[in-house]
């Protein structure tokens, strides 16, 4: 079963909207509403690598997802292929090759560009290197980027046929979108400043400094970084009245993992993880937690578990490993607790 988060369902209706989006703005004037229709899929070809799952282990499904079919070398590999398929199937259609090509192109570009921005790694240089992009601007699910863009395409969608409505408001749901994605990038850079010079007077001695946004909005921030044997996170809100960050250090705890030293599956958890990552032990089951999801409400309880969980044990069922956490809390709790927080302290 593939690995699945909640969050991964809203993920799915982002690229689908932008996707549709731009189905309407390559070939809406031509085939009218089907041009959303396969706008929607060429956006969404890219995640067709979930249909690998049976045939792969749970740990080698994290870097199967968003590797080779999220690469440069796909998009410019398909997009032709396919161009050339829909206009052999659709001839009355009257979209040329290059048309299709074009809109297959952006909406498979697109998906591999938006998903780099979130924390999970996407495999731009696939098949000739396996290093993962992540910018950590955004986070996976961010209703403050969706729902607007949503709206908006709606509207375009209900719109008559070449109608100027509809041409306006799918043009505003590209540009409202498109403004949002600039400022979590100019969010990101004031963050991580703050975030930065707040942990240097702490005068630790530590590794690369990462900054990324909490779930649902990019208005509270964690921050992680890593000395030899532990990882120090704190959190921010850009509405925070102080920019006096506390940080605490949690042990990564590498001796739990011995007993697991020859299973493959470490090598590729570390090697998801980036190093990013601490291990736990609860009712003899020990558990690898990938930072880079962040805690469950870790804003309020420095002891909070982590949203990645993967259990180490054999036969362990980690079809869930991206929600595990979040079962541990009532989501109404962690909700409200996000929303305070944002508020600043």
């Known amino acids: 079963m593939y690995i699945c988060s909640i969050f991964e369902v809203m993920d799915s209706l982002t690229h689908i909207v932008l996707g549709a989006a731009i189905g309407e703005a390559v070939l809406g004037k031509k085939i009218g509403r089907k041009a959303m229709l396969w706008g929607a899929l060429a956006d969404t070809i890219p995640d067709f690598d979930v249909f690998a799952s049976p045939c792969v282990t749970q740990a080698q499904q994290l870097l199967i997802h968003r590797g080779i079919t999220h690469s440069f070398f796909f998009v410019l590999l398909m997009s032709p292929l396919l161009g050339w398929l829909f206009s052999k199937w659709f001839k009355k259609a009257d979209v040329t090759w290059k048309s299709w090509t074009w809109l297959f192109f952006l909406g498979m570009f697109t998906h591999v560009l938006l998903d780099s921005l979130t924390a999970y790694g996407t495999g731009w240089f696939e098949p ?34 070449g109608s100027q409505k509809r041409v306006q408001w799918n043009k505003a749901g590209l540009w409202i979108s498109g403004l949002y994605l600039i400022f979590t990038i100019v969010n990101k ?46 959190y921010y809100s850009i509405f925070d009245k102080s920019k006096n960050i506390e940080y605490r250090r949690v042990n990564r705890n590498d001796s739990l993992l ?82 305070t927080r944002i508020k600043g302290k």
């Open 128 to 161: 000739f290197s396996d290093y993962r992009v992540s910018f950590n601007t955004i986070f996976v699910a961010d209703p403050f980027y969706t729902l607007p863009f949503l709206t908006c395409v709606l509207v375009a969608l209900i719109a008559r046929n």
């Open 189 to 234: 850079w004031h963050v991580h400043d703050v975030m930065k010079t707040a942990f240097d007077t702490k005068k630790e001695g530590a590794d690369c400094f990462i900054t990324t946004p909490t779930p649902l909005n990019n208005f509270l921030w964690m921050a992680y970084t890593h000395d030899s044997s532990g990882t120090w996170i704190g």
């Open 258 to 339: 011995q007993p697991f030293a020859s299973d493959e599956s470490v090598q590729l958890l570390k090697r998801f993880s980036k190093g990013n990552y601490v291990i736990s032990k609860e009712d003899s089951i020990v558990y690898f937690n990938d930072i880079r999801f962040g805690q469950i409400a870790g804003w309020d309880n420095t002891d909070a578990s982590f949203p990645f969980s993967y259990a180490m044990n054999k036969s362990a069922d980690n079809s869930m490993a991206l929600d595990r956490g979040k079962f541990k809390v009532p989501l109404s709790e962690v909700f409200s607790s996000l929303v």
